[in-house]
């Protein structure tokens, strides 16, 4: 799977958006974006996933660059259970196994 | 929806003790997953079956962990010695992939905790 980079930690204020980048340079044509989180003591949650264009849901919003070598994910008001770990993946929709292979993601942090 | 359940939530264990844990899926999900989380860092796939057959364990280590998959459905994992090493959180988690798509998300149980002094 195609590696991805993404900022060790962040911080933003409550009720404000916040946008968590994550670069991924060698991406392939086939790779989809998938965004997954973990808050405190449980399992990885789904966010989001995207192949080129933008995408909405009730969670967040996915902003894919034109080049898809990066990736950012909008929370577009942030709560304080929002306070998780952040994951970007790539899966080839071609690996045929479907396996996610996590790196050590953004620890989102929210101020009050 | 029901979701993953997992158990038991806790484990202390010493050392070359053995120990098992067991994953109860989403119903009708086919694919059935182990990760292995240790502290700090992001989970990382340790067996994947589909229904009841082995997938992909490429990164289990064999000469001490197992799993099985019995009827497609529930599924369990063993570790036996187990090592300091080990002391992790073990997640199960289940999909209903449409294969080749891409569009498919799974889902994680609360994991269990295993500590080994």
Redesign the interface.
Known sequence: DAKTTQPNSMESNEEEPVHLPCNHSTISG?D?IHW?RQLP??????VI?G?TSNVNNRMASLAIAEDRKSSTLILHRATLRDAA?Y?CIL????F??????????TRLTIIP | EAG?AQSPRYKIIEKRQSVAFWCNPISGHA?L?WYQQIL??????LI?FQNNGV??DSQLPKDRFSAERLKGVDSTLKIQPAKLEDSAVY?C?S?S?V?????????????TRLTVT
């Not at chain 1, 899966?91 to 071609?94: E, F, H, I, K, L």
């Not at chain 2, 294969?99 to 994991?111: R, V």
Request: hydrophobic share 20%; no cysteine; charged share 15%.
């Open positions: 086939t989809y997954y003591s449980q399992g990885p949650e789904y996933h192949l770990v994951y899966r080839d929709v071609n045929g196994n479907e396996k996610l292979t996590f790196g050590t993601g | 993953v694919t997953y700090g860092q992001g989970p990382k796939l994947q997938v992909d997640l988690a999909s992939n294969p080749g798509t891409g569009t498919y998300e799974q889902y994680f149980g609360p994991g």
